[in-house]
């Protein structure tokens, strides 16, 4: 009979102990590899979504929230500053580029944002059907809005009022469809992009006369403005001068997503300990069920080396019992974390939110596959010892 088969039969004769080893082997796998998973993937998709942009303008209020609704769209704004913030920014000589975005209506829950086709440039997209917008009330959609709406080029819907999905509609203001992008992997596949005008329209209603018109021309505001430096100088003079304006504030990307991955760090310190306890449990119940099965299967190990099984080869016996439940419990451990990430991406793009992709292997998933077997070996070091070691003519006489 070979190692493989004496060892999956060694397993097998204590199947409660052998299986509770198992499932918090499992267990640990699962909770340390679907940290390391959501950690990396989250961080790479923000520090993706903020490449290239240095500061953002918008109202006083939270630099935080205003990061996350003019950037990443997960947030309600902090407010809106007058139109002429972008030309004035322009003006500015520390100033490279100035992007305005302006929001406040969705469709079904994309949210559309009224902008420049510089913003379309920055993230390097591309059509995939379609033009871009040439005049106010055409949209150009992002790949992931364009596939769960079932908008096409050519399509016409009309916006809701506010950023989440079961409001009011704009009745007299309807929107077509003129192109659709390509995937970007960026913030841009679940957005809708439109012109300023188009999102100025909409609220504006028709004007009355030129004067009306001109009035409300004069009051118009967007959310924020996406700038980037023109030089290092800019780093420390800009948002000074911006944060002296009465209206205006600057709110810097990598400061205030340095403090948000902190927050979350703090998070993964403690689902990490917790992973680290499953992992210490299982190596405690794995070395207990090994043990117990070398003590209460001695004789049959005597009997082998009575037969000619070298001492090395009865400690490979143990040896492999340990490695097979890892790797069982590995495997399992793997498909319990791509389950759940598939859940969260799931949550995640219900509430366009973040995205998520699937369990994807990496560096993580080979260091928690080392830690798994190295878990094993460890637990199964001093049952191996033993099985080396037995002593034959003690073990044959007593029993």
Known sequence: MSLLRLAWAQLAFRPLQ???AGLLLAAAVTTLLLLLQLRTQLTAQLLRDVTGIDLIVGAKGSPLQLILSAVYHVDVPTGNVAADTVARLRANPLVAKAIAVALGDNVRGFRIVGTEPALAEHYGARLSRGRFWQAPMEAVLGATAARVTGLAVGARFRSVHGLAAGGPEHEEAEYTVVGVLAPTGTVLDRLVLTDLQSVWLVHEGQPADAAEAAALAAERQVTAVLVSYASPLAAAVLPRQVNAEPHWMAAAPATELARLLGVFGVAFDVVRAFAMVLFAGAALAMFVALTQGFEERRYDFAVLRLCGA??????????????L????AFVTGAAGAAV?????ADWLAQTRSLPLAGLRPDAGFAAVGALTLAIATLSVGWPAWRAAHVDLHRTLARD
């Not at 070298?310 to 490695?323: D, F, K, N, S, V």
């Not at 439940?325 to 069982?328: P, R």
């Not at 759940?340 to 969260?344: P, R």
């Open 310 to 323: 070298g001492p090395w080869r009865l400690a490979a016996l143990m040896l492999l019992q340990g490695w």
């Open 325 to 328: 439940l890892a790797a069982l």
């Open 18 to 20: 052998t299986l509770l």
């Open 340 to 344: 759940a990430l598939a859940a969260i």
